[in-house]
């Protein structure tokens, strides 16, 4: 949903460190800490988005993720620490205005239509009269509804009042949209409709933070990752940089001798079954050499197969590492 400005407070703008181009990132955080009770469900947590970007927030459940989105859309505070978004703080009210929303869990009237429910929006987000139609039959077309315009809410699935409200997010173009978990009510054409949505997003120019358990999803839209465990980033980077250097090639192999095989291991770690071969560690630049010193050898090259680590691998990998570091006795993040 578009973010409608608070009525309670104004906050003070504060300076934030400059990216290339002279523009503030789209959103900044510093040793950003959040408790509640006896909870501590963000601790220190420090970030950068860049504007333009399509930035991944991933985390099991429990980790701060819904915490750390509340925050920088104005509708919790923080215990300590700071935040700014598009270059003033968190909550801003003007700032608000230039602020897409889709939360993870959302309801509309059911009696109301869609066009009636995308008006709402446009009121609450302060949107001219005479762009709100204009506003509203883009919105309903980026999101597949233009048919479904004056149909109760109520006779919708799931996965289209999953389309209204990423609808609603999309309406007064803004320059940053959140999407907390867009894809887990949609079918597999619909999650590719939200990829290219997104992708649109990307292609205006808007930033788009992505929170989702989707890692699929997440590798194939994102520029940028986070990962939260514990409230805590441990780590961040480009899908390359998260998942590491590291590659290997699966191989199907005839007519391989000792020589042969003493030969696949000076590219690589070597797990061999029958005839099929694991090099483990080896640049995919180096697989054609790799496969022409086989032939060279006499092999015969039945199936070459270059793999690297994928996201859900590297994820479930930096959890385990940061698990096995120690344990914490905070009690689980309510969000």
């Known amino acids: 949903m578009g973010i409608a400005p608070e009525t309670d407070r104004d906050v003070d703008p504060s300076p934030v460190e400059n990216v290339a181009g002279g523009a ?79 939360p993870e869990l959302f309801r509309y009237q ?57 609808g609603v997010a999309l309406l007064g173009q803004p320059e940053l949209v959140f999407l907390d978990e867009p894809t887990s009510a949609l079918d597999p054409v619909g999650r590719h409709d939200v990829r290219e949505i997104i992708r649109e997003l990307k292609r205006r120019n808007a930033t788009v933070f992505l929170n989702s358990h989707l890692l699929g999803e997440v590798e194939q839209v994102c520029d940028r990752v986070a990962v939260i465990h514990r409230g805590r980033l441990i780590a961040v980077g480009t899908m390359d940089e998260l998942r590491g250097e590291e590659s290997s090639v699966r191989l199907r192999l005839g007519g391989l001798d000792a020589a042969g095989i003493q030969a696949l291991r000076r590219f690589g770690e070597v797990d061999e079954e029958g005839d099929r071969y694991l090099v483990r560690g080896i640049d995919h630049e180096t697989v054609p050499r790799l496969v022409a010193e086989v032939v ?27 698990d096995d570091a120690g344990t914490d006795n905070r009690a689980p993040d309510p969000a």
């Open 24 to 102: 503030s990132p789209a959103i900044q955080t510093s040793n950003l800490v959040k408790r509640y009770r006896t909870t501590t469900a963000l601790d220190g947590f420090s970030m950068t988005v860049r504007r333009g970007e399509v930035f991944g927030f991933l985390g099991p459940n429990g980790a701060g993720k819904t915490t750390a989105v509340k925050l920088l859309v104005g509708l919790s505070r923080a215990t300590s620490g700071e935040a700014w978004v598009l270059g003033a703080p968190a909550g801003d009210r003007a700032t608000r205005r230039r602020i897409g929303y889709l």
């Open 110 to 166: 059911d009696w109301l239509s869609a066009r009636e429910v995308l008006m709402l929006h446009c009121e609450l987000a302060g949107i001219a009269r005479g762009a709100r139609r204009r506003e509203i039959d883009s919105a309903l077309e980026l999101v597949g509804l233009t048919s479904r315009g004056r149909d109760r809410v109520g006779t919708f699935s799931k996965g289209m009042q999953q389309r209204l409200g990423l």
């Open 296 to 322: 060279r050898l006499g092999g015969r090259v039945y199936a070459v197969d270059p793999s690297q680590q994928s996201l859900e691998d590297r994820f479930l990998e930096l959890l385990g590492g940061e």
